[in-house]
């Protein structure tokens, strides 16, 4: 009951409805118990004596039980609908609004399809026992109560003899519940395990294709299904063995009942109507027992599908903002950014040396800083710490001389346009993708920010222009529009610092150009961040930084590179193959940048 406990924020607020259902659905019970009293009624005051006058009103009575049973039953669907309906509502969005503040770091490793079967599937589980399920649960338990009761009133031996079954019942249904709850847990995770599947092939499904792996993604699913279905069938397995024996139980006490109680009326000790009260009311007491199985499924079900829901909702946060942190006011940032001997490493990659180690920069407002590096240099993970999707390990970072870290992270960010090495496209228009990070600008800004990033004119040429709805992940256009629409999307804000993180390498060497001119009037005395791995790209910043698995090995203007040994010369010397003057300039001795190597 302990995860239903944490999850009472989620309905506690309810819990009128919570209250409604459960009292609902415990009156409609009691007066089904009314049954067999009017029964003993009919065959021991009216058919033995022969007194049929009072029939009529014991129909009658009967008739408004009915009617005011169906009326609380109504209270009991009625408040149980609106309970679980409310709670899955505020679960849905308790779990989106999670999944928004979860940091970077959690992206590392989650999984889009088991998430996804978190907010459907786990969500249901939790709404069909906070609905339903408990009201039901708890109504066997008054059942019991009443029953019993009503039972030991009428011929208490008899009674105690059937109340053997329950303390057996309970054992079994306890044994059921500790087998069962094993099996749905390993359902679940076998669910999230067959949707991520399913999610990340039709994601992926460009490159499954030109590889030819249909077959071997056949064979992963198949191997995922095959779980699947065996964790359904060691359920199976389980109501198998213990519904029988439950039904059993349950059966050996009315069998009892009738030959005890047989025993007796014969024997003139036991009214004939007492013995059908009694077996009536047994039946009553028996048939929700007989389902107890399914409710104590229904309960591990959602506790399961609670613990993942839990699971998620309590999550750290890695990265957030500190309850006294500096709000930035955007029209008094400078855009002055100083990286100071910062150090990281990947928490998920222990065993990895850092990241990025020593790592110095100082961008005064409105310099411009190239990185180059071969892959996995460290030059993203540089400019995704000045955006805080992590926390830096050693060092700080800071903007206009406050650390980062005390800075409102939402107020950071709103100062930083970033363009990623993949650009991402929300299926929606191009209008409202451009304008995402701003979604008040004019149909004018829109087009200028595109006119800016070269995309003005592709846009005009598509059938709905700026309407023009792209797919999924923004299929439908080249990846260089992609980038170009992204780049849009960063300017438009106009942010204080812009991040271009090898942002334009699907672009042709003129469109680039074209960009790269536009973006240095839009960006006059703001500060950009631009990893590249062209020199065409990085040769007009004012600083450059070579970085080599995590360090920097070299630094300073593209002059200055260009004639140093090292990465950047022998970069130029590919790219620039054919314009090998630059190359011919002596060579001067590498700046001591006062970069160390140090492993690891
Ligand atoms: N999210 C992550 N979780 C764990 N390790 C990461 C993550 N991102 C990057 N790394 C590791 O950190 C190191 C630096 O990666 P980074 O992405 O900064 O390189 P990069 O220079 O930008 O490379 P590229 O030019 O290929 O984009 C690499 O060893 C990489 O494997």
Excluded at 10 to 26: P, Q, R, T
Excluded at 245 to 272: D, F, H, Q
Aim: some cysteine; proline content about 3%.
């Amino acid at each position: 009951m302990d995860i239903f406990r944490a999850l009472k924020t989620y309905y506690w607020h309810d819990k009128g409805f919570l209250w409604g259902s459960v009292a609902g659905l415990a009156i409609a019970t009691a007066l089904g118990l009314a049954y067999p009293l009017l029964l003993k009624t009919l065959i021991d005051e009216m058919i033995v004596p022969g007194r049929y006058e009072g029939v009529l009103g014991l129909t009658l009575t009967a008739v408004g039980i009915i009617v005011v049973k169906a009326g609380f039953q109504y209270v009991h669907g009625f408040s149980g609908g609106r309970l679980g309906n409310r709670l899955a509502y505020r679960l849905r969005n308790a779990c989106y609004e999670k999944l928004q503040q979860l940091s970077f770091s959690y992206y590392d490793t989650a999984r889009t399809g088991d998430l996804m079967s978190r907010l459907t599937a786990d969500i249901e589980g939790v709404r069909m026992f906070i609905g339903f399920g408990f009201a039901q649960l708890l109504n066997t338990g008054l059942l019991l109560v009443f029953g019993f009761t009503m039972m030991f009133f009428i011929d208490w031996p008899l009674t105690l003899m059937t109340l053997v079954i329950v303390p057996v019942l309970g054992f079994v249904a306890i044994r059921f519940e500790q087998n069962i709850h094993p099996v749905f847990r390993s359902i679940r995770s076998a669910v999230g395990r067959l949707t991520v599947r399913v999610q990340e092939n039709v994601t992926g499904v460009r490159t499954v294709k030109s590889f030819a792996r249909e077959p071997f993604e056949i064979r992963k699913f198949v191997k995922e299904n095959v779980d699947y279905r065996d964790n359904h069938l060691s359920l199976a397995t389980v109501w198998a063995r213990y519904f029988p024996l439950i039904e059993m139980i349950a059966n050996v006490s009315v069998a009892a009942l009738l030959l005890a109680g047989g025993w007796r009326v014969i024997a003139g000790t036991l009214s004939l109507g007492d013995l059908v009260a009694l077996s009536g009311m047994l039946g009553l007491i028996v048939a929700p027992l007989w389902t107890l199985g399914f409710q104590i499924n229904g309960y591990t079900q959602s506790k399961a599908s609670g613990e993942r829901l839990l699971e998620l909702l309590n999550q750290p946060i890695a990265v957030r903002s500190h309850p006294k942190a500096l709000v930035l006011d955007g029209d008094r940032v400078q855009g002055h950014v100083r990286f100071e001997d910062v150090s990281f490493r990947y928490a998920n990659r222990d065993d990895q040396p850092s990241a990025l180690l020593g790592f110095r920069v100082d961008a005064p407002a409105g310099s411009v800083i190239g990185l180059l590096g071969g892959t996995g240099s460290g030059k993203s993970t540089a400019v995704g710490l000045l955006l805080r999707a992590y926390d830096v390990g050693e060092g700080a970072i800071t903007l206009d001389g406050v650390d980062i870290r005390h800075i409102e992270l939402a107020s950071l960010r709103s100062q930083i346009g970033i363009v990623f090495q993949e650009s991402f496209l929300f299926s929606t228009t191009i209008k409202e993708n451009i304008s995402y990070g701003r979604p008040d600008a004019t149909q004018e800004e829109i087009e200028e920010a595109a006119r800016l990033a070269q995309a003005d004119g592709f846009i005009r040429e598509l059938p709905l222009g700026y309407d023009t709805i792209v797919g999924e992940r923004g299929m439908g256009l080249s990846g260089g529009q992609k980038q170009r629409i992204a780049i849009a999307r960063a300017l438009l804000n106009k942010p204080k610092i812009l991040i271009l993180d090898d942002a334009t390498s699907a672009l042709d060497m003129e469109t680039e150009h074209e960009i790269q001119t536009a973006i240095r009037q839009v960006m006059a005395g703001r500060t950009v961040l631009m990893i590249a791995h062209r020199i065409s790209t990085l040769r007009r910043a004012d600083e450059i930084l070579v970085l080599d698995r995590g360090h920097t090995t070299q630094r300073g203007t593209h002059d200055a590179l260009v004639r140093q040994p090292g990465l950047y010369r022998e970069t130029y010397r590919i790219q620039y193959a054919d314009r090998p003057d630059e190359l011919d300039q002596p060579l001067t001795a590498a700046k001591p940048s006062g970069e160390r190597r140090v492993s690891g």
